[in-house]
């Protein structure tokens, strides 16, 4: 497998696999991937990520296990949030882009998401609000 550097620590539970986002530099091309070691078979696994977010810096990624699926987010700069879903487990052509939302320009960030699907977002440090990506509302978080 090569040394893949671990970027992000956080991590998604997804079918027995821990699962982290990763870049692979060298010979054998470069971009970003998702590694995830199967406790269950005692393997590592690699994964790619949609190819809209191959090139992508990591720091703007958040990898996630959203809804028992694999899950990743692009947080962008300019405020605008995407969220990515492989709908079949280890299928790589089976990643979806289930919604983008703008923020206005204000950049935003992951904190969590919650059981019943919102995503908490921190602005500037400290505001969190709670966003419904089913009907693009930002609330309070409750």
Known sequence: MGCLPLIDKRQANVNGVVHW???RDGNNGSGN????????????????????????????????????????FEVEERGNLSLWVMEE????????????????????????????????????GYLLNCCDPETNEINDCD
């Open 89 to 124: 487990y280890g299928v790589e052509g089976s990643w979806s882009n289930r919604f983008v939302m703008s923020f206005n320009g204000v950049a935003r960030r992951i904190r969590s998401l919650r059981k019943n699907g919102e995503i908490v977002l921190e602005q500037n």
């Open 21 to 23: 986002l990763a870049r």
């Open 33 to 72: 991937l998702i590694v995830g070691f199967d406790f269950g078979a005692e393997v590592f696994v690699e994964i790619k990520v949609p190819v809209d977010l191959g090139s992508k810096g990591l720091n703007v990624l958040v990898l996630a296990s959203r809804r028992g699926m694999l899950s990743v």
